[in-house]
Each structure stands twice: as structure tokens, then as C-alpha cells.
């Protein structure tokens, strides 16, 4: 490992200072609002937040935009904020990407491609990304990670603890402690790309059908910190927005069957529902016909056990069993729950659900804007448990909701309106069992060469 890429105490003391003055500045600012009698969430503070982490970029940004699609990472004033931040961060020079494509692949990188474009198609928070054509002609993306980003991530990472404890202090309705430790543990896992290898093989062997592509990997351009994909040609999805209805809901169909299907066959979700992470293809009749399903960084696999308890959560729902419902949220890791503090947290789930338990076609909510999708029913929760709480959020809840709020969301972009109850369904198909589920799981990990996952893995 070069001494450019190692987790360097100079870089990550230097990172430690930077953020730390910036978030430690917003927490000063909060302590003297809380003399004054203003609220934690204000929409000063919520503005002086998004500046401090706005003008640092990097993976702490990432994080912030993360947490504000978590319904009770944040206050909503806060939430409505960060999700303004935009991973802008400045891309590598040319001069730059090639001493990084040398530490890579060695001297003679160049003579591995028929082309290489210096400047990237895509910049964002943990890397970039290049167009490259392989040998053989095939285009590719080549996604290649900054340099110092495991120094830059633990230093970000110990100021999420001082956002999160921010929030307990300030508001001790929700626990967020478990959340943190799942962020963190995921923002890590982006850095290594021979996993997010490995993570793609497993999407190309469970995601077979025609409407959701996924690209291969080419391992003889790849390491720990570039990887090399084939090159999905596809559109933006919000290029979609004035297309057919028809259109519109196949993109939506497809995008829908990602994320389900992998769940509740195998334990599996696609964690990062960024727009930026899909693209359209169009059939032979020039109409949309499926999505490229494009970064493979944040996938979460999910015991069994868990699975079943996200399925009897609908199921007690759909029927109005009380004593499933409460089982179902014990397996999702909520402790203690006294039925007040269920009845609370029903507001969410019968807003998640709420579209699976209506056999009709519709849209996935009414009079709502993407950006606002969720809103409504975070803010009446919180309200709630500070009533009636406080809780503590498992960590098995965040990738969950986060991917929810991200697909509603697209779905309200393309106005999609479909029968969500039948395509739950249809993906459901004859049932669910716990063994048969760990046994496919099992053997779809072993081909990817992944491990399976222990409970809060």
C-alpha cells in the first residue's frame, strides 16, 4: 500500500481538526440556543449544520445527506436541510489520476486500455468515475477511490458520534446510538471495492430478469480501491418524467422488483437508493424497457429471522393481529415495547405498508412531493415518542427505511401508479420459509464468495 492510501495519523489528525471545529462550532451554537429556549432543530441551527458540513465535502457529507433520509436521525428542520447538500466534492486533476491508476495497476497501466478519459464522468464523495475502453473494445467504468479516504472516513465517522449525541442531548425521544454504529459500519464497507466486486457478481446471479440489468466486473482491472465495470448505456431516470404512463411504470415496476425481489428471497437489499444509482434502457420499440442498476457499494444482507419479522410486520398489518405485529417488531430488534410506543410506531408502518396492503392500482402517495415523501408520518412519530418514549432505533431499521423513502421518492417522481399489493406478491410467491430462505442465501453468498452474516451483522 502506497503511503498516499494507508490511514495516516497526519491526514486523519488533520481531517479531525477540520471537522471538528465546524461541527463543534454548530454544537456551541445549539447549547447557547438551548439557554435562550429555542428549540435544537430551529431552522438556524438547521441552516448552520448544512453550511459546517456542506463546505467540507468528502464522506462526512455523505453521511449527512444519508441520515436525512432516516426518519428520526434528525429533526425535520434538519432532515429538510441536508437533503439540499450535494456530493459535489472537486474531482481529481489528470496529473492526479494518473499517479493513482499507476499505485494500482503499475507503471504500465495505459497499455491495459485502448483508451482511458482522464477527467471523470462522475465525481462524488468517496470517488470518480472514468469512461475506459477495455482491449477487446467493450466500454467501461472504471471507479477509482481518492486518496486518504480511510483516514478521511474515521475522522468523519467520530464526528457523527457528536451529531448523534447532539441529538440525544438536545432530544432523548430516540436512541440513535445503534444507528450510528450501522452508518459506520456501512461507510466503511463502501471503501473496500473488492467487496462491492462481490456484492455485483451476487446481483448478477440473483437479479436474472430482462427489465434490471447489472454489470460485469473485469477483476484483472480491479483492486482494493479501482474498480472496473462494464459500461451500462442508459438515461438519466428523471429524463423519464414526461414520458407514457406505460413507460413510467415499467421503470417503476423494474426498479420495484430490485429491491424486493432480493429481499424476500434471500435477505438482501440494495441500500443507496441515489437516483444517480439507476439509469433507463430502452427496448427494441425505442420505449423504456428496465433499469441499470449501477453502484453496489451499500448492500445490506440481512439474517433470516429478520426477514420473517419484516414479512409478519405486514401480515399483522394486513389482518389486524396485534400480537404478530408486536412479534414482528421484537425480531426488528425494537426492545420493551409498551403498546402505547407500538401504536406510535404503527403511524410508520402502516405508511411504509400502506401501499402493499391496497389491492388496487395507485400511486405510492397522494399530493405529497418526492422530496417531502415521509415527512408528514416522521414528524407525527417523533411528536409521539417524546410523549410516549424514549426508544431505541435498531440498527436493522435504518437500510430498511432508507431504501423505502428512496423508492417512494422515485416512484413520486415518474408518477408511477401501479397494483404495489400484486407485485409484493408475485414476489413473495408461495411463501416464506425461514430454512429454505437461509439454505438460498447460504449458497447464492458461497458463489459471490461472501460470508454469511451473523444477527446485526
Not at 430482462?210 to 462494464?230: E, F, H, I, N, Q
Amino acid at each position: 500500500m502506497s503511503d498516499i492510501e494507508g490511514d495516516r495519523f497526519s491526514a486523519r489528525a488533520a481531517r479531525y481538526a477540520r471537522v471538528g471545529a465546524r461541527v463543534g462550532g454548530v454544537a456551541a451554537r445549539m447549547a447557547g440556543a438551548r439557554l435562550t429556549g429555542r428549540e435544537m432543530g430551529d431552522g438556524a441551527n438547521a441552516a448552520a449544520l448544512t453550511a459546517a458540513l456542506g463546505s467540507l465535502k468528502g464522506p462526512l457529507m455523505k453521511v449527512a445527506q444519508f441520515m436525512a433520509t432516516i426518519p428520526e436521525a434528525l429533526p425535520p428542520e434538519w432532515a429538510e436541510k441536508l437533503q439540499q447538500l450535494q456530493s459535489n466534492a472537486p474531482p481529481m486533476g489528470a496529473a492526479f489520476v494518473k499517479r493513482r491508476m499507476q499505485a494500482e495497476l503499475g507503471a504500465g497501466w495505459p497499455s491495459r486500455f485502448a483508451a482511458f478519459d482522464l477527467h471523470p464522468a462522475h465525481a462524488a464523495s468517496l470517488g470518480q468515475v472514468h469512461r475506459a475502453t477495455a482491449l477487446d473494445g467493450a466500454p467501461l467504468a472504471c471507479k477509482l477511490q481518492y486518496p486518504d479516504m480511510k483516514s478521511t472516513v474515521e475522522a468523519d465517522l467520530k464526528q457523527l458520534g457528536l451529531i448523534f449525541a447532539l441529538r440525544r442531548q438536545f432530544d432523548g425521544a430516540v436512541d440513535t446510538r445503534e444507528m450510528a454504529q450501522e452508518i459506520g459500519d456501512r461507510v466503511r464497507e463502501e471503501l473496500d471495492y473488492e467487496r462491492e466486486a462481490r456484492h455485483v457478481a451476487l446481483y448478477r446471479d440473483i437479479l436474472r430478469e430482462g427489465d434490471v440489468r447489472v454489470p460485469g466486473v473485469r477483476t484483472d482491472l480491479s483492486t482494493s480501491r479501482l474498480l472496473t465495470l462494464d459500461w451500462l448505456e442508459g438515461e438519466p431516470l428523471l429524463s423519464f418524467k414526461g414520458a407514457s404512463q406505460e413507460e413510467r411504470n415499467t421503470i417503476a415496476r423494474a426498479m420495484f422488483g430490485a429491491w424486493w425481489r432480493p429481499f424476500v428471497r434471500l435477505g438482501i437489499i440494495h441500500g443507496d437508493p441515489h437516483l444517480g444509482n439507476y439509469t433507463v434502457f430502452r427496448g427494441e420499440d425505442g420505449k423504456a424497457a428496465g433499469i441499470n442498476l449501477l453502484d453496489y457499494g451499500c448492500i445490506r444482507i440481512f439474517p433470516p429471522a429478520f426477514v420473517k419479522g419484516v414479512i409478519d410486520l405486514y401480515m399483522g398489518l394486513r389482518d389486524d393481529d396485534q400480537d404478530l405485529v408486536a412479534k414482528a417488531y421484537e425480531v426488528w430488534g425494537f426492545r420493551n415495547l409498551k403498546p402505547e410506543l407500538m401504536e406510535v410506531l404503527n403511524i410508520w408502518a402502516r405508511f411504509i405498508y400502506g401501499p402493499l396492503l391496497d389491492d388496487r392500482e395507485r400511486a405510492i402517495a397522494e399530493g405529497v412531493s418526492p422530496g417531502q415523501y415521509g415527512r408528514e408520518q416522521a414528524f407525527r412519530v417523533h411528536k409521539g415518542l417524546k410523549e410516549k418514549g424514549p426508544v431505541t432505533i435498531p440498527r436493522e431499521f435504518v437500510f430498511m427505511d432508507r431504501a423505502a423513502i428512496g423508492l417512494g421518492g422515485a416512484f413520486l417522481h415518474l408518477d408511477a401508479r401501479l397494483n404495489f399489493r400484486r407485485m409484493f406478491m408475485d414476489a413473495l410467491g408461495d411463501g416464506f420459509d425461514v430454512d429454505e430462505m437461509a439454505a438460498r442465501q447460504r449458497e447464492a453468498l458461497e458463489r459471490a464468495g461472501l460470508s454469511r452474516p451473523g444477527a446485526g451483522s
